[in-house]
Nanobody, 123 residues
Framework: QVQVVESGGGLVQAGGSLRLSCAAS????????MGWFRQAPGKEREFVAA????????YYSDSMKGRFTISRDNAKNTVYLQMNSLKPEDTAVYYC????????????????WGQGTQVTVSS
């Protein structure tokens, strides 16, 4: 199993930035593609971004591309989500997840999940 713990959420004004972190433990971190999802109140959990095992390949939801950047530090077993130009509609609980499948945006294909970290963007 892989355990993941998110941190870095909080309250930020519109236009501001936050960096989320996700620390992983358990099985070999580099065996897994890591992703970020988010869930706003009353909405489905949606894909945000994912990064390949070595950190060289990434893909994003179209609505977040250009504002969010995913990265990973395999020496620290940590994945990050840098969020810039935040908007009130980015308010959600952000989840880190692990999968062994590359290229998927489906939450059902991610095997391990954290508890989430709340991001609130005020207008």
């Amino acid at each position: 199993q892989v355990q993941v713990v998110e941190s870095g959420g909080g309250l930020v004004q519109a236009g501001g930035s936050l960096r989320l972190s996700c620390a992983a433990s358990g099985r070999t971190f580099t065996n897994y593609v890591m992703g970020w999802f988010r869930q706003a109140p009353g909405k489905e959990r949606e894909f945000v971004a994912a990064i390949g095992r070595r950190g060289f390949s990434t893909y994003y939801s179209d609505s977040m591309k250009g504002r969010f950047t995913i990265s990973r530090d395999n020496a620290k077993n940590t994945v990050y989500l840098q969020m810039n130009s935040l908007k009130p509609e980015d308010t959600a609980v952000y989840y880190c997840a692990a999968t062994q499948r590359w290229g998927t945006v489906l939450r059902t294909e991610y095997d391990y999940w954290g508890q989430g970290t709340q991001v609130t963007v005020s207008s």
